[in-house]
């Protein structure tokens, strides 16, 4: 079954780095856009990612262009998502998300908290 895994979430300082691993399985990875979304407490989830399936093409919030990266591996079935300059904004939870016939299909995502 298709399955999202998500990690390297945690506590981080304003101005700091983290960067987010999504191992997927269960599909052909390789023939499918992936992209990253956030919530926040009390919030709707937004979408802050998209990287299309061979990785030629990222798209990006306005919140988080210049200082979020996505890339993929398709080898190894895994997105990442590499946040500089953390803000205490970007204070959420980050999921994965892909589409497959119609379906969307989450991770169960991964706290990121940056507080001083």
């Known amino acids: 079954q298709v399955q999202l895994v998500e990690s390297g979430g945690g506590l981080v300082q304003p101005g700091g780095s983290l960067r987010l691993s999504c191992a997927a399985s269960g599909f052909t990875f390789s023939s499918y856009s992936v992209s990253w979304y956030r919530q926040a407490p009390g919030k709707e989830r937004e979408l802050v990612a998209t990287?299309?399936?061979?990785?030629?093409?990222?798209i990006y919030a306005d919140t988080v262009k210049g200082r979020f990266t996505a890339a993929r591996d398709n080898a190894k079935k895994m997105v990442s998502l590499q946040m500089n300059n953390l803000k205490p904004e970007d204070t959420a939870v980050y999921y994965c998300?892909?589409?497959?016939?119609?379906?969307?299909?989450w991770g169960q995502g991964t706290q990121v908290t940056v507080s001083s």
């Open positions: 990287i299309t399936s061979t990785g030629g093409i990222t």
């Open positions: 998300k892909t589409r497959i016939a119609h379906t969307n299909y």
